[in-house]
């Protein structure tokens, strides 16, 4: 069977070759097709860095103009799915109805399941890129109650994707510009990192020539942990807790560091950022922007201040280089947004939805081999069956 390799998590083993993102996590660097992320965040839209990681490029005016014409042409879904959707209990997590919609998303298209043309691509690429916003949106309808919201042509990405999430029937919806900078830039921060468990298991699935929809299913369960995505959640969980438990934020660092107890400080640690994840950096900064225009004064804020700074000059944090991620301020933000703590993760999902694309199809178009790991058996050795009776 020849020698194996062991390297379980893959800490060490490169997956793929690609010419996407580049993040270098010693010195907390990172790129979309070779543009840093601090220069998209502050002036890209999310719309052209879909485009970019799906294209490669940044667009011309009308070739981002045909884009958004092109994702508009799918943003609805089959009035079917709300049968699918009234199905699940009002308690299920909005990620586990979101990964369930998305892969009912087949049955439903199925003329996008079996892709083999760069054309066939990108019609796969932008029916999803229009439907995922909807989808994810009655995610959030469904968790409060409200009746299932449609897509609006006259508003841009993101606008139409807060009008999905919030807008109540009849009712005239103000789009604050502060509010939509805020999430554009969210989405832009998440759109792409390179191999993360996410981005492997939609390789993976994708190996085997499933189709878009059921590879960014796999990649939607992937995130739901809290590990990965999940983290948003569980940041803003935590800092409820410290809170409400006096804001002793120094009682908090000891039970992470104690291996004893499983607790592990959220939102803190990565698994290739051995320095400050860049992400963190911008999200931080805008966090206080958003809380001080839309004039929100969070307690939550100053311990996650108070937490991050005690962290940061702790030995047990420094010797093994574990600073802020990404999910560590983002929580604040989208709470100041009203948009409920389930939700977060759902709102990662958005915002990774072009990267899961644009990996997919790089894995496509290079004609990448079935992913399939090997590994070292450690079970019985051979030994004979044994009748029931006899046991
Ligand atoms: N709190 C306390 N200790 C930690 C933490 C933490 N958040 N993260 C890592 N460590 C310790 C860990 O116990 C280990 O210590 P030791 O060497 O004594 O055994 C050492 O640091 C190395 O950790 P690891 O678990 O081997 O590292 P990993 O690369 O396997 O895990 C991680 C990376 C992100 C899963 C981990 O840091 C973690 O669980 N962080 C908290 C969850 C989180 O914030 N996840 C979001 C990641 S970023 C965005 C995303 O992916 O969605």
Redesign the pocket.
Known sequence: TGLITMDP?Y?NTGACESKITFLDGEEGKLMYRGYPIEQLAEKSSFVEVMYLLIKGELPTQSELDKFITDINEYNYVSEDLIKILDAFPSSAHPMGVLTSLTAALSAFNPKVVDVTSPDDMYRAAVTLLGKFPVLASWTQRKIKGLPVNYSNDKLSYVENFYQLLFKKPGQELDLDPVIIDAIDKLLILHAD?EQ???TSSVRLVGSSHAGLFASISGGISA?WG???????Q??LEMLEAIKNDGGDVEKYLAK??D?NDP???????????KNF?PRAKIIKVAADNVLEKLGINDPILDIAKKLEKAALEDE??KS?N?YP????YSGIIYKALDIPTEMFTVM?AVGRLPGWIAQWMEMRETNQPIGRPRQLYTGAPLRDYVEIEKR
């Open positions: 998590g800490k990192h993360n468990c996410s995130l809290p590990l990965h995505g999940g983290a948003n569980a940041v992470a560091k291996k607790f592990r400080l959220m939102g803190f640690g990565h698994r290739v950022y994840d047990y944090f093994r574990l991620n990404v999910d560590f990662f």
